[in-house]
């Protein structure tokens, strides 16, 4: 008998269909892209790019450890309390110094290169928030934070995942909507743009569903309050793991108008 082959499972079309029940609000975009640790399979929805705000400070201190497993070196005292504060209280001042300790712009964007990015465009001077970036290149960043396949050392890795899990309790929103529990990682940004008024809202890291662990990036923009851009990331976040989980979340699945 021929050997039977099993169907390919059309990831994108599934998480298409689950973004397809998140009520948008009029005027926001969102996007996602979810990756399954253990398969491999992995699905984004949108390619439109958005300001990272506060969740480049994952690839500020990703770009900061790769520097310094180049020279050879650990951080410095000084640079693990601005990382801690950085990731831990999305503490500005901190990822600004960092920011300047890269190299800014050009040091983040040599970094991405070397990490896999290809839509990541490190913002202008001291601009770190107008990063822009895709919710499938915040996967590959994901990717070298907690994939083994990573130009980050175990130990890199290891220390920024550590800090992911120890965000402060006010900013556990988001991906983690997708969680078992408290099983997750996370680093959020939100961002009220001066021009507009209007919000950017972002949401990247691990979660853990029923014993499977799943990489998730929500992007948003476009909501009139921070707190409807939290609703719509989350919303986006549970559908994203409902395309590999099978479960039905469209009952939870939409944001506010």
Do not use: C
């Amino acid at each position: 008998m021929e050997p039977v082959t099993e169907p390919a499972v059309d990831r994108d079309a599934l998480l298409s269909s689950a973004m397809g029940k998140v009520t948008v609000p009029s005027g926001a975009k969102v996007s996602a892209a979810v990756l399954d640790l253990d398969s491999g399979d992995s699905a984004a929805y949108g390619d439109s790019a958005f300001d990272t705000a506060s969740i480049v400070k994952v690839d500020i201190l990703a770009t900061l450890l790769l520097q310094a497993q180049d020279a050879g070196r650990h951080l410095t005292a000084t640079e693990k309390a601005y990382a801690t504060k950085m990731i831990e209280n999305s503490d500005n001042t901190s990822a600004s110094e960092l920011w300047d300790i890269i190299g800014k712009a050009s040091g983040l964007d040599a970094a991405n290169k070397r990490f896999g990015l290809t839509g990541t465009e490190g913002g202008d001077g001291a601009l770190w928030g107008l990063t822009q970036t895709t919710a499938a290149d915040q996967l590959t960043l994901l990717q070298q934070v907690f994939g083994d396949d990573s130009k980050l050392s175990e130990a890199s890795r290891t220390y920024l995942q550590g800090l992911m899990r120890t965000v402060e309790s006010d900013q556990r929103w988001g991906v983690s909507a997708a969680a078992d529990g408290s099983a997750f990682a996370l680093k959020n940004g939100w961002l009220a743009r001066s021009t507009t008024g209007l919000w950017d809202v972002n949401s990247i890291g691990r979660v853990t569903v029923a014993g499977t662990d799943y990489l998730v990036a929500v992007l948003s923009k476009g909501t009139v309050s921070q707190a409807r851009g939290i609703s719509l990331v989350e919303a986006a976040a549970k559908a994203a793991v409902s395309s590999f989980t099978g479960a039905d979340a469209s009952a939870s699945a939409s944001a506010s108008q």
